[in-house]
């Protein structure tokens, strides 16, 4: 339950940033998001690399968005791997 409400607060997040890009906000606190986004770009894209380079091939090849979903979701898709494989 955690995992996914913290994956739902992620997406929240992603929206309002990305938001930022179509329609910006007004002029403090669209420099605020615009500073924000790279940020999450950044580390979120180190996250997503560092995490696909654990994966096998065979894993990559299984599921072509399990890098795409590291990247948007970021630590909470790491804590549901390690969920599914306690289980």
Partial sequence: MFILFGKIIYLFIWSF???NLIC???KPANLIAYLALATFVIVHGLQAWL???TLSSQEKSQDRFKV???FL???F???S???KKSK
Avoid: D, N
């Fill in 77 to 79: 898709e790491a804590l």
């Fill in 81 to 83: 791997w390690k969920q």
């Fill in 68 to 70: 795409l979903r590291i």
């Fill in 24 to 26: 910006p906000y007004p």
């Fill in 17 to 19: 940033l990305l938001f």
């Fill in 51 to 53: 995490l696909s380079s």
């Fill in 73 to 75: 979701f970021g630590v």
